[in-house]
């Protein structure tokens, strides 16, 4: 079954074409990390617009990789939800229309499904899982007790994971998108700075007052004319957050019963997440983190998000299926 995937949720516009939901034909990610960059973060109306630009040269260029005609395709999976409006009706209003023109099924992924999914691309998933996604806009802990079936058990309170790497980045004067810096400068120091552990109840997460506590001390060691040792920093502030995301992940565990791991999402690129998560791991889990290209936004994750969801059920969407900026993984 070739499935052509199309993403465009936030600021990367990307086609795909995935043979039985695990060969990657073509993969083709265009970021506009380097056109948001100067603003410090994702300009929702200046991404949309960029879409429009690219997804054509996206579409073709996917096609042209994978050296495979569009009359070749069996079925259309589109990101539909959550994200930013304008990006997702772009790439949703492509991926209709060439469902349209060339008579193929459509069928809708909600974009954490996608992440999750990536995994499927490098290992077998197996269930019961339970998969920690986490990203530039969300932070989720979500059970699995067969494929494509989800519960959220818990989720964070306000800043996402992804969202608090990127504004400590910014305080520290690093560049956009702050989470691969900051977890590069982290890499090179120590954790001696000492920062908050959040207490927050079950399997829920709430990072803006280790954030806020980040930049207050940035801010009064500013004022006090003392200088910040960033590397030192960043380390300390990667070792609270690494510590209580792998914690609650192996709790959930337990409470769940459930030995098989997935890491989904940008942050899952984070090598302090990898390494506490494979020196905690005794043999008893078995952890599924996706390689770097996969754990961000890309549309071969959508793609093989679409060919589970159908092992699942025969769900196809109509040609009138809209997107939706907030949304739950159903
Ligand atoms: O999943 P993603 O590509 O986009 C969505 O948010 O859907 O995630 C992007 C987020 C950004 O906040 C970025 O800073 C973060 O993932 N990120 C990282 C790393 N690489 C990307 N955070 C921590 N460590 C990293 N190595």
Redesign the pocket.
Same mark, same amino acid.
Do not use: W
């Given at each position: 079954m070739l499935i052509l995937g199309v993403e465009s *949720? !936030?600021d990367e516009t990307s086609v795909a074409i995935v043979k039985d939901g695990k060969e990657v034909l073509s993969n083709i990610v265009l970021s506009q990390i380097d056109i948001h960059a100067k603003f410090g973060g994702v300009v929702p109306e200046v991404a949309s617009r960029n879409h429009v630009y690219q997804v054509s040269i996206v579409f073709k260029e996917a096609f042209k990789r994978a050296n495979i005609r569009p009359e070749d395709i069996d079925v259309v999976g589109v990101t539909y939800a959550p994200g930013l409006i304008g990006s997702l009706l772009v790439g949703l209003t492509a991926a209709k229309t060439f469902a349209l023109i060339y008579n193929k099924p459509l069928v809708a992924i909600h @974009?954490l499904a996608g @992440?999750i999914y990536a995994n499927a691309i490098e290992h077998n998933m197996q269930f019961p899982s339970m998969a920690l996604v986490v *990203? +530039? /806009?969300n932070t989720e802990l979500v059970y699995m007790p067969n494929n494509y079936e989800f519960e959220i058990i818990g989720e964070t309170y306000d800043d996402a994971v /992804?969202?608090s790497? &990127?504004k400590i980045a910014r305080v520290l004067g690093l560049s956009y #998108? +702050? /989470? #691969?810096v900051? &977890?590069k400068l982290a890499r090179s120091g120590k954790s001696t700075y000492k920062l908050p552990k959040p207490y927050v109840d079950n399997f829920n997460f709430s990072f803006s007052g280790l954030k806020s506590a980040v930049i207050n001390l940035v801010h009064n060691e500013a004022q006090r004319g003392n200088e910040i040792n960033k590397a030192d920093l960043a380390a300390s502030f990667q070792d609270v957050v690494v510590e209580i995301l792998v914690n609650k992940t192996f709790k959930a565990c337990e409470a769940y019963n459930c030995k098989n791991i997935i890491v989904a /999402? +940008?942050?899952s690129?984070? *090598?302090g997440l990898k390494e506490r998560f494979n020196t905690l791991n005794d043999g008893t889990y078995n952890i599924n983190i996706p390689s770097i290209k996969y !754990?961000?936004?890309n549309a071969a994750m959508i793609a093989v998000a679409s060919y589970y969801k159908l092992k699942k059920k025969k769900d196809y969407a109509i040609l009138s299926l809209n997107a939706y900026a907030n949304l739950d993984l159903e």
């Amino acid at each position: 079954m070739l499935i052509l995937g199309v993403e465009s *949720s !936030c600021d990367e516009t990307s086609v795909a074409i995935v043979k039985d939901g695990k060969e990657v034909l073509s993969n083709i990610v265009l970021s506009q990390i380097d056109i948001h960059a100067k603003f410090g973060g994702v300009v929702p109306e200046v991404a949309s617009r960029n879409h429009v630009y690219q997804v054509s040269i996206v579409f073709k260029e996917a096609f042209k990789r994978a050296n495979i005609r569009p009359e070749d395709i069996d079925v259309v999976g589109v990101t539909y939800a959550p994200g930013l409006i304008g990006s997702l009706l772009v790439g949703l209003t492509a991926a209709k229309t060439f469902a349209l023109i060339y008579n193929k099924p459509l069928v809708a992924i909600h @974009h954490l499904a996608g @992440h999750i999914y990536a995994n499927a691309i490098e290992h077998n998933m197996q269930f019961p899982s339970m998969a920690l996604v986490v *990203s +530039g /806009g969300n932070t989720e802990l979500v059970y699995m007790p067969n494929n494509y079936e989800f519960e959220i058990i818990g989720e964070t309170y306000d800043d996402a994971v /992804g969202e608090s790497y &990127d504004k400590i980045a910014r305080v520290l004067g690093l560049s956009y #998108p +702050g /989470g #691969p810096v900051v &977890d590069k400068l982290a890499r090179s120091g120590k954790s001696t700075y000492k920062l908050p552990k959040p207490y927050v109840d079950n399997f829920n997460f709430s990072f803006s007052g280790l954030k806020s506590a980040v930049i207050n001390l940035v801010h009064n060691e500013a004022q006090r004319g003392n200088e910040i040792n960033k590397a030192d920093l960043a380390a300390s502030f990667q070792d609270v957050v690494v510590e209580i995301l792998v914690n609650k992940t192996f709790k959930a565990c337990e409470a769940y019963n459930c030995k098989n791991i997935i890491v989904a /999402g +940008g942050v899952s690129a984070n *090598s302090g997440l990898k390494e506490r998560f494979n020196t905690l791991n005794d043999g008893t889990y078995n952890i599924n983190i996706p390689s770097i290209k996969y !754990c961000t936004d890309n549309a071969a994750m959508i793609a093989v998000a679409s060919y589970y969801k159908l092992k699942k059920k025969k769900d196809y969407a109509i040609l009138s299926l809209n997107a939706y900026a907030n949304l739950d993984l159903e």
